[in-house]
């Protein structure tokens, strides 16, 4: 596959993140893999991003359609069957080597890919401007402070009009599920509700569930955390509520 810039890795981390490698670091580089052994529900969930696209693009003020980011991209899975359909180039980042090699594979020799970063979201720099930032089952593995830095550093590179997308699990209980093997919430604590107000112009929900005005307290403190400098983000946020069950 032919990318616009040189797979970038960047080394370090805490034992937070140690953890965390080692984990992945033992998983194949394969759709029921990354997935966690949930392939079976990779083409809902790519039907289900597909259609909050669309979406997306009848907005008054749409995103442009240059470039996006796929954060922890995997083998890229996303970039593959979404991304990659909607954008001119598509970037890619994951902490896993092997999985960005895998990446190069899968998705095949098409014009659409650009740079491949090896490199965890806390570590992770971006230099290109971005229409859409996509966060996918992924930020569950930053710590709270690394988190209100990735917004911060995502709000430096998005483009007019650009967008964060965020897509994570949802539970409708306030109990945390807690992977062993990794240390990290299986669900994401962060979007357990949505009842908080918060720059309501600039939310925009997923299909599959009413359109709301407001997103979740945990959304609400992180950006509340970064304080006026993330005021004029735009968020997508998706929530599902039990990753076992097919979207609709």
């Known amino acids: 596959m032919s990318s ?12 937070f993140y140690d953890k965390a490698k080692e984990y992945w670091s033992n998983i194949q580089p394969t759709v029921d893999g990354v997935l966690g052994g949930f392939g079976h529900i990779s083409q809902s969930d790519i039907t289900g991003s597909e259609q909050f696209l669309r ?33 001119a ?3 890619l980042v994951d902490q896993n080597k092997d999985f960005v090699n895998k990446a190069t594979e899968y ?3 098409i014009p659409q890919i650009g740079n491949l970063y090896v490199a965890g979201l806390q570590e992770f720099q971006p230099t290109e401007k971005y229409d859409v930032i996509w966060c996918q089952w992924v930020l569950g593995h930053l710590t709270d402070d690394h988190l209100v830095e990735f917004f911060m550093k995502c709000q430096n590179c ?7 997308v965020i897509k994570e699990n949802h539970t409708s209980s306030g109990e945390v599920d807690v992977d062993e093997e990794t240390g990290f919430p299986r669900v994401q604590r962060g979007l357990v509700g949505a009842r908080t107000p918060l720059y309501s112009k600039d939310i925009w929900r997923c ?22 400098f993330l005021e004029n983000v735009r968020f997508g946020v998706f929530e599902r509520r039990d990753i076992s069950q097919p979207l609709r």
């Open 4 to 15: 616009e810039g040189v797979e970038k890795e960047v080394v370090g981390g805490n034992e």
């Open 55 to 87: 979406d997306v693009f009848k907005l008054d003020r749409p995103p442009g359609r240059g470039r996006a980011l796929d954060c922890g991209a995997g083998i890229g899975r996303v970039t593959k069957h979404l991304l990659a359909n909607f954008f």
């Open 89 to 91: 180039k598509v970037d």
């Open 107 to 109: 998705v095949g020799e």
């Open 158 to 164: 998005l483009a007019e009009r650009g967008m964060i």
């Open 207 to 228: 299909p599959c569930s009413p359109v709301q005005e407001k997103t979740s307290s945990f959304l609400h403190s992180i950006l509340r955390t970064s304080g006026s």
